[in-house]
């Protein structure tokens, strides 16, 4: 088991240009999660999707964000224009509940940072 | 008021200490509860589910009070390994599977 696989690991981006990241979860999860991390918010969800269909994109921050999930083995987090408050750690999870198990996986995350 | 609350640290105890940490959430609605561990510039990752009765793990004890809406996680013995943020995680239930972290618990062991 690959686990969920995040790329890319890094992104130094300049501010006002698209960003993009992407996700695979793991194989058989039926919910992915995007995440954003940073020192003075703490682990924040952006959007989730089930079954590929986005259900709640209230954390997404603003118009700038967008999230797609077009199969069940890919997602992408996109920025456009990109703002050097989006520096951040992206972090995407799949996760398959049975029961009270909730089975969270985290992909490693990709470090973003706007200039 | 944060949905979860967690004393930030840092905590920093010699090995072999005892260290516990503690966390409120404010969601009386919330179902599930988790400690997750994440370590320098890597993810999360779950450390123990909590529940209702408590639960132990090795040196690594967690205990639910619903009543008081606190969580706590308790590491015996510790070692320069636990070094690490500990995460308090609560979920509510039905569709709602999303996880909602705390900011964490700085805990350093020193040798």
């Known amino acids: 088991d690959a686990g969920v696989i995040q790329s890319p690991r890094h992104e130094v981006t300049e501010m006002g240009q698209e960003v993009t990241l992407r996700c695979k979860p793991i194989?058989?999860?039926?919910?992915l999660f995007w995440y954003r991390q940073t020192m003075m918010r703490g682990l924040e969800l952006l959007i989730y999707?089930?079954?590929?269909?986005?259900?709640?994109d209230s954390g997404m921050p603003e118009d700038r964000f967008s999230a797609k999930m077009p199969n069940a083995s890919f997602s992408t987090l996109k920025i456009q224009p990109s703002e050097p408050r989006d520096s951040a750690v992206y972090f995407c999870?799949?996760?398959?509940?049975?029961?009270?198990?909730?089975?969270?996986?985290f992909g490693s995350g990709t470090r973003l940072t706007v200039v | 008021r944060k949905e979860v609350e967690q004393d930030p640290g840092p905590f920093n105890v010699p090995e072999g200490a005892t260290v516990a940490f503690n966390c409120t959430y404010s969601?009386?609605?919330?179902?599930?509860f988790f400690w997750y561990r994440q370590d320098c510039r890597k993810e999360p990752k779950l450390l123990m589910s909590v529940y209702s009765s408590g639960n132990e793990d090795g040196r690594f004890t967690a205990q639910l009070n619903r009543a008081s809406q606190y969580i706590s996680l308790l590491i015996r013995d510790s070692k320069l390994s636990d070094s690490a943020t500990y995460l308090c995680v609560v979920t509510l239930s039905g569709s709602a599977r999303q996880l909602t972290f705390g900011s964490g618990t700085q805990l350093t062991v020193l040798p």
């Open positions: 969601n009386s609605a919330s179902q599930s």
């Open positions: 999707f089930n079954n590929n269909v986005p259900i709640d």
């Open positions: 999870a799949s996760s398959l509940v049975v029961g009270n198990d909730y089975g969270y996986t």
């Open positions: 194989s058989g999860h039926d919910y």
